[in-house]
């Protein structure tokens, strides 16, 4: 680790730290996609190259793919692994009940996919990502391209109907172009400040044609570690 990372970064690393200390040799292991993510494959490269630990992970995202590959960690793709002993991952916002919001990055799919193939899902914060309740932090709805304009209006007919705060609903971009997950589908972020009913948003947000999958993961994490920059760390 690098000394003049800032508090942030810090904490994101130390929590990455503590989250490896869950990985065993022999071990097949959910790799995330994130800045926090890429600290803990870092760690694991590290265990790899200098304590001989032998895993096999499954990743999240390309880039996540590429990252671990490239340091010498064993990827293979989740139909291979079929099954996964842990998935240590990110998160954009948690709550008291570990309910998560993630997609901040775009990979939501393949992350709720794997994490739904865990044994245990430990997710890497920093403080910042602890809130009372979800939605601040913008939902991303991965959504495929045709029709994506009236899937959106279908989405926001539903957030009426929930009476849920804050409709606003943006596509997100790429700079100039519309960003695209490693499934070449579009991502929509719904602002709505609050989200009381988490469980029932997500489940309404599913039920609509063109919607492939949110960003709310419930009751798939385990553990919560943060990281704290002097070091220490809370385990939730
Ligand atoms: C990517 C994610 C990330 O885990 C989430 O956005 C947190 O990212 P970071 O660790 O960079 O703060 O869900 O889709």
């Not at 870092?42 to 304590?51: H, I, K, P, Q, S």
């Not at 390309?62 to 293979?76: F, H, P, Y």
């Not at 804050?166 to 929509?188: H, K, M, P, V, Y």
Request: glycine residues 8%; aromatic residues 4%.
């Amino acid at each position: 680790m690098s000394a003049d990372l800032n508090p942030i970064e810090k904490a994101k690393y130390v929590s990455a730290r503590r989250a490896v200390d869950y990985v065993e040799d022999g071990m097949r292991v959910g790799l995330g996609t994130g800045s926090t993510a890429a600290w803990m494959v870092r760690c694991l490269a590290e265990m790899v190259r200098n304590d001989g630990l032998n895993i096999t992970g499954v990743a999240t995202s390309t880039r996540t793919a590429e990252l671990a590959t490239s340091l010498g960690i064993k990827v293979v793709d989740l139909n291979e692994a079929k099954w996964l002993d842990v998935t240590i991952d990110g998160a954009d916002e948690f709550d008291d009940n570990l309910t998560l919001i993630k997609g901040g990055g775009g990979a939501l799919l393949q992350e709720k996919i794997v994490a739904t193939a865990s044994d245990k899902m430990v997710v890497i914060t920093d403080p910042t990502k602890h809130v009372k309740t979800l939605g601040a932090f913008p939902l991303p709805v991965e959504v495929i391209p045709f029709g994506w304009q009236t899937t959106q209006s279908l989405i926001e007919k539903a957030l009426v109907d929930l009476d849920v705060d804050g409709r606003n609903i943006t596509l997100r971009l790429n700079q100039d172009a519309s960003f695209r997950t490693d499934e070449g589908n579009l991502i929509l972020d719904l602002h709505l400040e609050r989200l009381e009913d988490a469980q029932q948003v997500s489940h309404v947000l599913n039920q609509i044609p063109g919607v492939v999958e949110n960003g709310l993961f419930i009751n798939l994490c385990d553990v919560v570690i943060v990281g704290a920059a002097d070091g220490s760390a809370i385990v939730r």
